[in-house]
């Protein structure tokens, strides 16, 4: 999980060095994704009892507000 959280920001970031609108969108997918697997392990961390369901539901909440976020800047970036 850490490593997808790291994943996370550090893909944000480099996308911003980035020039090209693909360029700075392919590494915003790689963020997506990487967002992807770690909701997918917070549903596992549940499942397993790691983490209760509060939390879970206020993660993935933040999970989804990141991934809207996210989708969108990659729409701007191809429909500019």
């Given at each position: 999980m850490n490593r997808a959280a790291i994943s996370i920001p550090s893909n944000i970031a480099?996308?911003?060095g980035r020039h090209s609108k693909k360029d700075k969108a392919q590494f915003i997918s790689i963020s997506f994704a990487s967002l992807m697997e770690?909701?997918?392990?917070?549903?596992?961390?549940?499942?397993l009892e790691y983490i209760d369901s509060l939390n879970y539901e206020e993660f993935i909440k933040a999970c989804k507000d990141l991934s809207v976020r996210l989708s969108n800047y990659r729409k701007y970036l191809f429909n500019s």
């Open positions: 480099e996308s911003s770690l909701t997918c392990q917070a549903e596992i961390a549940l499942e």
